[in-house]
C-alpha cells in the first residue's frame, strides 16, 4: 500500500516538466497572452498597448556553477543576466527584478556584498531595478531571480512566427562559454593534482572563460533591430545549445530547418580550445550551452536592414516535414538531434577524429 | 593579505540585508513607487491608474520546513500562500505568480506531482495563474516563488500611514501557527524515541497544525474592506510575529503604540496547546510567527464599517516619543521587543511562571 516512488532521473527533467504542467497548465487570466511554454509569459497591462513578460530561472552551487570556479561578484551578475536574456528573448525591456539567496554559514559578508555587487552592476547595465529580495539561511547557495520586462504589445516576440524560407540566422559567436566551461574544468582538476601552489595561465582563454563566467544578455541587438526597423519573425535565446533551441523554434512553428554547420559563427579561441582537448569545434558550437546570444528568424527581404557585422545566417526554414537538418562541413546532411554530443558525433563518424593541430 | 571574513551570524538577518540595501538600493525607475522595505515592491503601469506590486520569498528544507512533517501537497499551497499574503498586505489583488524549484534525487516524480497540486490548489483559491517556473536539481528540496498582485494606484497601502490615535487591529487569531509548530516538533521527537510504530494522535491539534502546515492569505479580508469602503491607513500581515510587525508599522509610520496584550484573539486551541507545555500563551500571540494575518491600522470613525467578527482592536497608535509598549495581562505596561520571547519574559517576571493547568 506505499505510494509509487518513480525517480525523478526516469522521466528525465523534460518528462518532470511535462507532467507538472499537465497539473497546472490549464489555469487562465483574462489578460494572459502566453502563459509557461516561451522564454517568459506574456501578460496585457490595462492600457491594452503595453504588455509585461516575466521569467524566472534558479541556479544552485554544484548544479550550476563551482563556487571555487566562479567569482561572487560574476555569479551575480549572472544571476541576472541570464534572465534579461529570457526578457530580451521576448524583444523587450527588462524593468524589475527580485532575487532570493538561500546562503550557507560558509560564506561571508563580503562575499554576500561580492555578490551583490555583481548584482548592481548588471541592474545597472542593463537599467533596471532590484525591487525586492529574500535572504534566507541555506546549505548550499541557492539563487533565484526573477525579471519582469516590458514591451509594445505589437513588438513581442514569441517561439512561433517562423515560416519556410525565412533566414536562420544568431547573433555573436557560439561555442564560447562551453570552451570556457572546459578550460575551467581542466584548470580545477590541475589545481587538484598539482596543490594550492600551481599557477594557472588563463590569459590566452580570458574570452572563453568570460562567456563562461560572465555572459551577457544581447539587449543591445534588440535595441539595435528597434532603430533599424528590423522585426525578426521568431525570436528565442540560446541558452541550451543551438540544436535545442533550432528545435524549439521549429516545433513551436511548426516548421522544419536546416543549420550549415560550416557558417556558424565561432571565436578563434573557442576553436583553439576545441584543438586543445582534440575534440570537434562543431560540436562545441551546436551543442554548447550557455552562449545566451539570441537565435531567429528573419524574412529575407529584411536582410539589408541588418548591421552584417552583427549577425550570422547559419541556415534557413523549411516546411515541417523536412525536419531538423544539419548539414556537417564534409556536406553529408544528417538529422540534427536537439540535444547531444553523442547523438551527433555517433552519427557522423568523421566526426569523431580529431582535427589535427 | 587575505579577505576580510565576517561571518554572516555576526551581523545576523537584518545586519546582512542593511548592509546589501545599501549596495543596490539606490537603483532608481520613473516608474518605481515603492522599491525594497514593505511587503512588496509597487510599480505604476502605463494606464497611470494601475499598479503592479511584486514580491518573492523562499523556502528551505532544513530551514524553512521539514520534509517528514510537511506534506508536500500542503509545501506547494503554502510557498504560494506566503507569497500571497505580501501582495494582500500591500491591499492589491494577485494575479501572477512564478516558481522555480531545486530538487533533490531523494524525492519521486510523485512527490513533486503532490507539490504541484498543492500549488495549483492554492493558484485556484486566490484566482490567479502560474505562468513561469523553472525545475532544477538540487541537495536540498528548494523553493522560490515570485507573485504579482494590481491594484487602482489610490487603494495601495503601505506600512507607512498609521497615525496617533489609530486604532491598532488584527484579522483572525495569533499563536497558532507557532502552536501547531511546538506540537509537530513534539511528535517528532515522541517518534524518534518511540519508534516507527508509534501512532501520534493529531485530532486534538488539528486547528493549529493547519495553521502552521496550511496557511491562508487573508485575501478575503480585504475584498470585504473593499465592499464596505473600509480604509486602513496602514497594513502589513502578520508573518515574524505580532510584536515585530507592530514595530514595522511605527517605525515606517513615525508612530509609538500600545498593545493591550490581554485583547490579542488567541483560538482556544493555541490556549491548549500552550498550557501542555507550561507556557504563557501571551508569548506565542506577540511573538510566534507565521500566522499570516493582517495587522492594520485603523481611523477610529471606521470602526462601524467593518463587521465586528472579522478583527479585534488590540491597541493603538501613539506619538513616536511613547515608544512602543505593551500592557500585560497583570497591568504593567513596559516596553515591547520587537522579536524574542527572552527580552519579554526577562522583563517581566510574573509571565515566566506556568500556567496552572
Chains 1, 2 share one sequence.
Not at 506505499?2 to 489555469?27: A, K, M, N
Not at 548592481?120 to 541557492?142: F, Q
Not at 575534440?279 to 545566451?292: P, Q
Request: include cysteine; proline fraction near 6%.
Amino acid at each position: 500500500m506505499s505510494e509509487p516512488f518513480t525517480p525523478i532521473h526516469e522521466v528525465g527533467e523534460f518528462g518532470l516538466i511535462e507532467r507538472l504542467q499537465t497539473i497546472v497548465g490549464d489555469l487562465a487570466d483574462p489578460d494572459l497572452i502566453m502563459g509557461i511554454g516561451d522564454d517568459a509569459a506574456v501578460y496585457r497591462l490595462p492600457d491594452e498597448e503595453t504588455v509585461h513578460v516575466i521569467t524566472t530561472d534558479a541556479l544552485i552551487e554544484g548544479v550550476h556553477f563551482d563556487r571555487l570556479m566562479t567569482p561572487m561578484e560574476h555569479l551575480g551578475y549572472k544571476a541576472i543576466a541570464v534572465n534579461v536574456s529570457d526578457v530580451v528573448a521576448m524583444n523587450a525591456e527588462p524593468r524589475y527584478a527580485t532575487i532570493t539567496v538561500g546562503i550557507p554559514a560558509r560564506l561571508s559578508v563580503e562575499m554576500m556584498e561580492a555578490f551583490y555587487r555583481g548584482v548592481r552592476r548588471a541592474c545597472e547595465k542593463y537599467r533596471m531595478v532590484l525591487v525586492g529580495g529574500d535572504t534566507t539561511a541555506a546549505h548550499m547557495l541557492c539563487i533565484s531571480v526573477t525579471v519582469v520586462g516590458e514591451a509594445r504589445m505589437d513588438e513581442v516576440l514569441f517561439r512561433r512566427g517562423a515560416r519556410p524560407g525565412d533566414l536562420l540566422c544568431v547573433s555573436g559567436d557560439l561555442g564560447g562559454a562551453y570552451a570556457g566551461l572546459k578550460i575551467l574544468l581542466e584548470q580545477r582538476q590541475a589545481l587538484k593534482e598539482k596543490g594550492p601552489d600551481y599557477q594557472p595561465d588563463l590569459e590566452p582563454f580570458r574570452y572563453v572563460i568570460q562567456r563562461q563566467l560572465l555572459p551577457e544578455a544581447r539587449l543591445d541587438v534588440i535595441r539595435d533591430w528597434r532603430a533599424r526597423g528590423v522585426r525578426p519573425r521568431a525570436l528565442i535565446d540560446v541558452s541550451d545549445g543551438l540544436a535545442s533551441e533550432v528545435h524549439h523554434l521549429c516545433r513551436h512553428s511548426d516548421c522544419g530547418a536546416i543549420v550549415y554547420a560550416s557558417t556558424i559563427p565561432v571565436a578563434l579561441e573557442t576553436r583553439e580550445v576545441a584543438d586543445r582537448f582534440a575534440e570537434d569545434v562543431d560540436t562545441y558550437a551546436l551543442f554548447g550551452g550557455e552562449d545566451y546570444e539570441l537565435l531567429f528568424a528573419l524574412p529575407p527581404e529584411q536582410l539589408e536592414l541588418l548591421d552584417p557585422t552583427s549577425f550570422s545566417v547559419i541556415g534557413e526554414f523549411l516546411p515541417a516535414d523536412q525536419g531538423v537538418q544539419v548539414q556537417t562541413p564534409e556536406g553529408a546532411i544528417i538529422p540534427l538531434e536537439p540535444a547531444g554530443y553523442q547523438h551527433f558525433r555517433a552519427d557522423n563518424g568523421t566526426e569523431n577524429e580529431p582535427p589535427s593541430t
